[in-house]
């Protein structure tokens, strides 16, 4: 799957998992309690899971530049352009791989 195509097949992952947890915080409110086979909720724990086999290192990595996009070029202060491409390849193949299996 080329870069392009991850990129985006995360940016779409992050999107739907903030509409779930949207949702879910909407119908907790209201309801009192969490439907356990919800798609919103299989959704989320399924995102959740694939986030937790991720090394730390990976975990800042899809957090910074897919779901909470912290400011551009955060990391030139951490990583060198290479060392940063490999491990942002790196946590994009990994988060997918998990997340596909589980979901």
Do not use: C
């Amino acid at each position: 799957m080329p870069r392009i195509n991850q990129e985006k097949k995360i940016k779409e992952i992050a999107y739907k998992y903030f509409a779930a947890l949207n949702f879910l915080s909407l119908t907790h409110l209201s309801s009192g309690d969490n439907d356990p086979s919800s798609p919103f909720q299989k959704y989320y724990e399924d995102v959740e899971k694939a986030y937790s086999y991720l090394s730390p290192t990976h975990k800042t990595l899809i957090n910074k530049e897919f779901f909470y996009e912290d400011y551009p070029n955060w990391w030139i202060s951490l990583y060198s352009s290479y060392q940063f491409k490999k491990l942002k390849k790196e946590a994009m193949w990994t988060f997918l791989r998990y997340f596909y299996e589980i979901h």
